[in-house]
T-cell receptor
Framework: DARVTQTPRDKVTEMGQEVTMRCQPI?????VFWYRQTMMQGLELLAY????????DSGMPKDRFSAEMPDATLATLKIQPSEPRDSAVYFC????????????FGPGTRLTVL | TQLLEQSPQFLSIQEGENLTVYCNSS?????LQWYRQEPGEGPVLLVT?????EVKKLKRLTFQFGDARKDSSLHITAAQPGDTGLYLC?????????FGAGTRLTVKP
């Protein structure tokens, strides 16, 4: 049963600390998405990769957020420095082919910045 | 402002009742998806509708895409506690998928 995995599941940190979230997409999927979910804003797209190349990161605050795919089995989302307003659940999703095809979501990382 | 407006935002009903939730927009979508998200998990795709007026059934769930492809509805018959979750619609728009904020459904036994 192929699934997207994310680590850590929960992260509590203090303002100013660096946070790194990791995602392993489903083997063979060539698109990876990072989303942030809050009660107020719902699901917001932060970044989109296809074949490991970043195609869209317009939803991401550039000054503190960065997203990379060091290889086809690992995607990372880093926040440095973190701020309380970054508290949210961060989801990774992967898919086959196009940006608008079905996305398979991971279980999320719940981030709390104190 | 959300491109896709979902209503109601919250819905709490008793087991056995029927319900309908809505996903509306002023924009036209080439396709629309419904996802269900359970607490502590990521959204899971339920259905994709692509043709205006299309109706799809998934057991007790009936999905309809509006004729003009601007809106969709999800009807659940005889709701069960296992239907509890956040229901999200997502529309294909300008080569992008846009999500609504969701309807949070609670079905009480």
């Amino acid at each position: 049963d192929a699934r997207v995995t994310q680590t850590p599941r929960d992260k509590v940190t203090e303002m100013g600390q660096e946070v790194t979230m990791r995602c392993q997409p489903i083997l063979g999927h060539n698109t990876v998405f990072w989303y942030r979910q809050t009660m107020m804003q719902g699901l917001e797209l932060l970044a989109y990769f296809r074949n490991r190349a970043p195609l869209d990161d317009s939803g991401m605050p550039k000054d503190r957020f960065s997203a990379e795919m060091p290889d086809a089995t690992l995607a990372t989302l880093k926040i440095q420095p973190s701020e309380p307003r970054d508290s949210a659940v961060y989801f990774c999703a992967s898919g086959l082919g196009q940006r608008t095809d079905t996305q398979y979501f991971g279980p999320g990382t719940r981030l709390t910045v104190l | 402002t959300q491109l896709l407006e979902q209503s109601p935002q919250f819905l709490s009903i008793q087991e056995g009742e029927n319900l309908t939730v809505y996903c509306n927009s002023s924009s036209v979508f080439s396709s629309l998806q419904w996802y269900r998200q359970e607490p502590g998990e990521g959204p899971v795709l339920l259905v994709t509708v692509v043709t205006g007026g299309e109706v799809k059934k998934l057991k007790r769930l009936t999905f309809q895409f509006g004729d003009a492809r601007k809106d969709s509805s999800l009807h659940i018959t005889a709701a069960q506690p296992g239907d509890t979750g956040l229901y999200l619609c997502a529309g294909k728009y300008n080569n992008d998928m846009r999500f609504g904020a969701g309807t949070r459904l609670t079905v009480k036994p």
